[in-house]
T-cell receptor
């Protein structure tokens, strides 16, 4: 159980275009999902918290108009990188939260490698 | 907010030896401390976790210890094997809150 999928796994796009990444919880419902960005050989940087039915909460320094997050259902959150530029190239990973007693657990998707030319 | 520091950044050990990775956190409200293993190009996988009401937890060759007073927790891997080679991340979380990750430790187990 607790499987999270992401689509696409890899995407290459031209500068100025928008790219949508999907994160799905396959066998459970997740009211909260998280989006991370990971640079090569670096840690996971939390970008935003995605809440089903409400607006996402963005971390300091993350442009909400550039990284649009929609959590329209209990099993799907999407991240849209708008007007992508080469500096947006990165590994984007989502996670879905399961509440377990007095804490939450996060299960990660396989990640999406974005390359902006 | 929470600040999690992780050491060392890289660790090389001989197969069969033990490996220890240490993390410190700043927020005394943090009560959940998971450890993740990430292989190159793959998703982080939870390998062990510990709650603040427990001082130590063990799962076969992997153990985690927590010192709430000092605000630090450690991952111990015994009898290391080449397949243990990966990047390991610690994290800290308070009640139903987001995770704050350490900077990661690249473990290399030499056969």
């Amino acid at each position: 159980g607790a499987v999270v999928s992401q689509h696409p796994s890899r995407v290459i796009c031209k500068s100025g275009t928008s790219v949508k990444i999907e994160c799905r919880s396959l066998d459970f419902q997740a009211t909260t999902m998280f989006w991370y960005r990971q640079f090569p050989k670096k840690s996971l940087m939390l970008m935003a918290t995605s809440n089903e039915g409400s607006k996402a909460t963005y971390e300091q320094g993350v442009e909400k108009d550039k990284f649009l997050i929609n959590h329209a259902s209990l099993t799907l959150s999407t991240l849209t990188v708008t007007s992508a530029h080469p500096e947006d190239s990165s590994f984007y990973i989502c996670s879905a939260q399961i509440l377990a007693g007095d804490h939450n657990e996060q299960f990660f998707g396989p990640g999406t490698r974005l390359t902006v030319l | 907010g929470e600040n999690v520091e992780q050491h060392p950044s890289t660790l090389s050990v001989q197969e069969g030896d033990s490996a220890v990775i240490k993390c410190t956190y700043s927020d005394s409200a943090s009560n959940y401390f998971p450890w993740y293993k990430q292989e190159l190009g793959k998703r982080p996988q939870l390998i062990i976790d510990i709650r603040s009401n427990v001082g130590e937890k063990k799962d076969q060759r992997i153990a985690v210890t927590l010192n709430k007073t000092a605000k630090h927790f450690s991952l111990h891997i015994t009898e290391t094997q080449p397949e243990d080679s990966a990047v390991y991340f610690c994290a800290a979380s308070s009640y139903f809150n987001k995770f704050y990750f350490g900077s990661g430790t690249k473990l290399n187990v030499k056969p």
